[in-house]
């Protein structure tokens, strides 16, 4: 959010367009910012604490808002959560956009897999277990591990949404306040969603996470967004 101070009579402008929009205030007398009190929201505050008067959120604004443990729901204000549908067919979009020019890339270099053994013959073995040649296999790891943790965190960071989730009109949210991930938040995201699963176990690892998107409650997160406190809902 800019520092500069707005031109007056123009309402203040933040830079996020994402950030979740204020409430109405809860009509319980005893609410420290709501009823006829008269106080203002604190300053600093991404709901209005500028001395506009917009009332706070109604949520306890704890790492999860409290929403899950009685208080109100921290998606209050925000578009609603994203159908699971659609985040793996943009998580797949995803995952092409980052692995056909990586393995093209690869190919003059003897390709990013190799499955053929010391004497030339095609190692079946090797290809099921995943055992492949040494330091060729291990270099072109690392490199991956580069382009697919940096990938989401870029975009992440940038405005919530990859390219598949523009496609598809979803976005990444900060759980307690529907702002765009910072880049601790966004790599946290990015490095527990892709570092399992090219390690060590890629198809245990999505179809955990895969079935906690349909399962979650109350809002559909994955591990990765459980470590960043993240959601994904539905964007214009």
């Known amino acids: 959010m800019s520092n500069d101070q707005p031109t007056p009579g123009q309402p203040p402008e933040d830079d996020d367009p994402f950030l979740k929009k204020p409430q ?20 600093g505050s991404p709901y209005g604490g500028g001395g506009d008067g917009a009332p706070p959120p109604p949520y306890d604004p704890g790492p999860y808002g409290g929403g899950a443990y ?20 943009a998580r797949l979009i995803d995952f092409l956009i980052i692995s056909i020019p990586l393995y093209l890339i690869s190919l003059p270099f003897g390709g990013a897999v190799d499955v053929t053994s010391d004497n030339g013959d095609t190692d079946v073995s090797n290809a099921v277990t995943g055992t492949y040649g040494g330091g060729h296999q291990l270099l072109w790891t690392l490199i991956g591990l580069v382009c697919y943790v940096g990938y989401d965190t870029y ?82």
């Open 155 to 236: 975009f992440t960071h940038k405005d919530g949404r990859t390219p598949g989730k523009r496609l598809l009109k979803l976005r990444v949210a900060m759980l307690n306040d529907g702002r765009v991930p910072d880049t601790g938040s966004a790599l946290m995201r990015a490095a527990v969603l892709w570092l399992p699963a090219l390690l060590c176990c890629p198809c245990l690892w999505w179809l955990i996470n895969i079935v906690m998107m349909f399962t979650d409650k109350p809002y559909r997160q994955g591990l990765q967004d459980k470590a960043a406190k993240t959601v994904v809902v539905s964007a214009r």
């Open 70 to 89: 009685g208080g109100a729901d921290p998606l209050a204000g925000m578009p609603p959560l994203a159908e699971p549908g659609k985040r793996i067919l």
């Open 24 to 43: 109405d205030p809860p009509p319980s007398s005893g609410s420290p910012y709501g009823g006829g009190s008269g106080h203002q929201p604190p300053p």
